[in-house]
């Protein structure tokens, strides 16, 4: 499955093809529910995506729910000691701590996707 993302009304939708459907699926991230949408095209995940977002935010505006995820900019992952020996030396190398190297490599890598 082939993973894409598209931006509707400020929103990160990732797309993603579904062949048991035969039909795009979106997925809203950073939200506190579903709200994903499916459209045979472009055109039509936009249109899909938008009215999904607007039912999902009316729904949990009525409810009073907040509707988006908190982020506390921490996760934990794991990685191979030799990865680990090979990012540190590179950090040092730059001059920079691990963190700021990751968080860079991160930043660069999430821009190009």
């Known amino acids: 499955m082939m993973n894409n993302q598209m931006m509707i009304n400020g929103h990160i939708a990732v797309i993603s093809f579904d062949p048991d459907v035969g039909l795009f699926r979106g997925e809203f991230v950073g939200l506190n529910g579903g709200a994903d949408f499916y459209a045979d095209s ?3 995940l936009h249109k899909e995506g938008e009215a999904s977002l607007k039912t999902f935010l009316e729904v949990c505006q009525e409810q009073g729910l907040e509707p988006y995820k908190n982020f506390s900019g921490k996760f934990i992952t794991r990685v191979p000691p030799s990865l680990h ?3 540190a030396a590179a950090a040092t190398a730059a001059g920079m701590s691990l963190n ?3 968080q860079i490599a991160l930043e660069r890598e999430a821009t190009h996707s």
Request: net charge negative.
């Open 100 to 102: 700021q190297w990751v």
């Open 42 to 44: 472009v055109d039509g």
């Open 85 to 87: 020996e090979r990012i």
